[in-house]
């Protein structure tokens, strides 16, 4: 129904595990991570539609702040993590990266070329890199290239195949490093992957200016709590410990009662969706849901 539901194929996800068509939902699905005593959005629509959030600790600072109409049902990469789970993936190689990634609504500046040589400094090849669409840029795509790295692309946001093309980048890696905290950072996490944070390189030069104050809050507070996640030693169990609770594994629930909860067999909540999908559509511009900018190259 609202504008960002689908993104990432975060509402397709779930209602592929509800054995549904993808339809519109009566609600607000929450599209990536974010941090509760510091994202205040989410209460701008108090109480007037459903939000499913990722995780418990969300859904309590929610209510806290007044905020209702909030339940905490999962994220969806646990769902399709369930779903995929018996599917044969390559085995796993080489390290995979993460640049700080731009957006409609700022713009990131990464110093790629120093980020390569951090890596190839510290990880074992094969070396990949996800670039979000927004980044797939020919100068960009280039600088990886002359460094014989292969250059991945997960989609556009609207795409229905995202989350299954970045689950499958991150499974077939051992390592996955990051310039900045976010949803990937903890689905690797959930993986049991390597995972490393690069903020700077060892002559203390910037590797990416995030201009995110939320995110860039919660950084200094998580490297404060976990400075290994700095050189890649936080042990699996914790990294583990962190994701499950981050996207919310204690919330993930059962088909039929996840069916029920997003109104997926409800007809008057489903097609009262329909309508209001069309309505912001026209009222906020379709190019809102589907991601669409210039070409991806």
Known sequence: MISDNCWYSHRKVLCDYCGVKDTPVFGLIQHGWINPYLHKEIYQSKNLINFFCWN????????????????????PFIYLSEMVKKKNFNLPKGTLVFPSHSNFEDFQLVNHKCLIDEVEKKFEPPFKVNLYYTDYKKKIINIYNRKNWEVLCSGARNQNNFLNNLYQSIIESNNCVYTEISSSLFYAMFLNKNVQLIKKTNSEEDIS???????????????????????????????????????????VMQSNELKKILGLSDFLKTNLAIILSKYFDFRYNKALRTGKTEDLI
């Open 209 to 251: 200016l995030v201009d995110r104050d939320n995110q860039n809050t919660f950084e200094v507070s998580f490297i404060k709590d976990f400075p290994e996640i700095l050189n890649g030693k936080m042990e699996k169990s914790l990294q583990k410990k962190i994701a499950d609770k981050e996207l919310g594994l204690d919330c």
């Open 56 to 75: 418990k600790e969300l859904e309590e600072v929610s209510k806290n702040n007044g905020f209702k109409k909030i339940k905490a049902i999962g994220a």
